[in-house]
Antibody, heavy 120, light 110 residues
C-alpha cells in the first residue's frame, strides 16, 4: 500500500524558515516524480514544486522561486521542502504527492498534509 | 503561464449526471494530459481521473473524463450521482515547466 506521510509543519514568524518532510512507503521511491501541492485556508489547490527521480530536474511555481527548495533522499525514501523567507501568504496545508515516471504524469497518490502557519 | 477555468459550482439530484468543464486559456488542451482531483470537505485530495480519461484502481466507472479540442477544454462527468460525490473537484494540467490547477468546482448533491 502506498503511503505518504508529511511532517514538519507548524507556526513560524514571517521571514522564518521551515523544513517539511514526506516519508514514503509501499513503492520504489526512486522510480517516481514527486511533488508538493499546497492549499491556503478556504482556497483552491496550488502546485508548489516537483522533482525528478534522481533529483536532476526541479520545477517551482513562480511565487516560491528563490525561497523554497525541493530535494529528496532516495536511500531514505524521503522528500523534503526547505522553505525560507516565509510570508503570510505561504500559510497553507502542504501535501506531498507521488507522480509517475515521466514529467507531467499525474499525482495519483497523496498524503494527508501538514499545516504551515506564518504569523507573528 | 496558462490558466484552467472551471465553473464555480454545480448542483444536481442523486442519480443524475453532472459534467464539469475545464477550459485552458492558452496552449492546446490536447497537448498535455489532464488530471481530475476530488477533495471532500476536510479531506486530502484524491485523484479520480488521470491521463485525460483513465481511472485509478478503486474509482468507480461513474467517473469519466474527456477532451474537446474545439473548445480547448476538458470535462469530468459523474453519472449516477451519489451523496458521497459531494466535494470540490479540480482539473490539473501542465506545460514545459509548470503544473497548473483549475479554479475548482463545488459539486452539491441536492
Amino acid at each position: 500500500e502506498v503511503q505518504l506521510v508529511e511532517s514538519g509543519g507548524g507556526l513560524v514568524q514571517p521571514g522564518g524558515s521551515l523544513r517539511l518532510s514526506c516519508a514514503a512507503s509501499g513503492f520504489t521511491f526512486s522510480s517516481y516524480w514527486m511533488s508538493w501541492v499546497r492549499q491556503a485556508p478556504g482556497k483552491g489547490l496550488e502546485w508548489v514544486a516537483n522533482i525528478k527521480q534522481e533529483g536532476s530536474e526541479k520545477y517551482y511555481v513562480d511565487s516560491v522561486k528563490g525561497r523554497f527548495t525541493v530535494s529528496r533522499d532516495n536511500a531514505k525514501n524521503s522528500l523534503f521542502l526547505q522553505m525560507n523567507s516565509l510570508r503570510a501568504e505561504d500559510t497553507a496545508v502542504y501535501y506531498c504527492a507521488r507522480g509517475g515516471d515521466y514529467y507531467g504524469s499525474a499525482n495519483v497518490y497523496w498524503g494527508q498534509g501538514t499545516l504551515v502557519t506564518v504569523s507573528s | 503561464n496558462f490558466m484552467l477555468t472551471q465553473p464555480h459550482s454545480v448542483s444536481e439530484s442523486p442519480g443524475k449526471t453532472v459534467t464539469i468543464s475545464c477550459t485552458r486559456s492558452s496552449g492546446s488542451i490536447a497537448s498535455n494530459f489532464v488530471q481530475w482531483v476530488q477533495q471532500r470537505p476536510g479531506g486530502a485530495p484524491t485523484t479520480v481521473i488521470y491521463e485525460d480519461n483513465q481511472r485509478p484502481s478503486g474509482v468507480p466507472d461513474r467517473f469519466s473524463g474527456s477532451i474537446d479540442s474545439s473548445s480547448n477544454s476538458a470535462s469530468l462527468t459523474i453519472s449516477g450521482l451519489k451523496t458521497e460525490d459531494e466535494a470540490d473537484y479540480y482539473c490539473q494540467s501542465y506545460d514545459s515547466s509548470n503544473y497548473v490547477f483549475g479554479t475548482g468546482t463545488k459539486v452539491t448533491v441536492l
